[in-house]
């Protein structure tokens, strides 16, 4: 595989995760995410240029709906970089209300 620079910063996360290819759904656990790629191991066996979907549940905010995922690697037949294609804009809008809400309340406290 090519060098490559990473388009945008990773963030370490671990959560579970639901993916689906066809018909067939699996279940994993997503270890980072950024803006247009995820890593998540799983037990459904994808392959590379596989398009999944995914659903993220997050821990404290609500689940992220990836529609459409290309997958870009595999390790170990388990282990999956996946670019992100489609996502769901109701969990973008919802995310940057509340953190526009987060800076208004920040902002109010220094005040």
Avoid at 35 to 63: A, H, M, Y
Wanted: proline letters at 7%; a neutral charge; aromatic letters at 10%.
């Amino acid at each position: 595989m090519p060098f490559s620079i990473r388009p945008s910063r990773r963030f370490p996360l671990c959560c579970p995760v639901t993916h689906h290819c066809g018909d067939f759904e699996g279940h994993g656990t997503l270890w980072n995410l950024s803006l247009t790629g995820w890593c998540f191991s799983g037990n459904l066996p994808l392959r590379i240029q596989d398009v999944c979907s995914l659903t993220v549940n997050l821990p404290t905010e609500p689940p992220i709906y990836v529609i459409a995922a290309s997958v870009h690697w595999v390790q170990r037949g388990e282990e999956y970089g996946v670019e992100t294609l489609v996502i769901d804009d109701r969990w973008i809008e919802v995310n940057t209300r509340r953190t526009a809400q987060r800076r208004r309340h920040d902002v109010d406290r220094e005040v």
